[in-house]
């Protein structure tokens, strides 16, 4: 018996398929977040983040 896989990749924030979604992970408070998004939903992350990450210090890499 054959099986066939199919993974579809999609945008966690517009819920649009994507084959150029990627997952992105983000640590707040002590918590790791994943989301899965498309270039486009990702440079919105960004932006909106901009303001904190201006103003902020790293502490390393997230694990």
Do not use: C
Not at 10 to 22: H, K, N, R
Not at 31 to 52: C, H, K, R, W
């Amino acid at each position: 018996m054959a099986q066939k896989v199919i993974t579809i990749y999609t945008d966690d924030l517009t819920g649009e398929e994507s084959s150029e979604a990627a997952t992105h992970t983000i640590a707040l408070d002590g918590v790791n977040y994943e989301i899965d998004l498309g270039p486009d939903s990702y440079d919105q992350l960004l932006e909106a983040m901009a303001p904190f990450t201006k103003a902020d210090r790293k502490s390393g890499k997230a694990q």
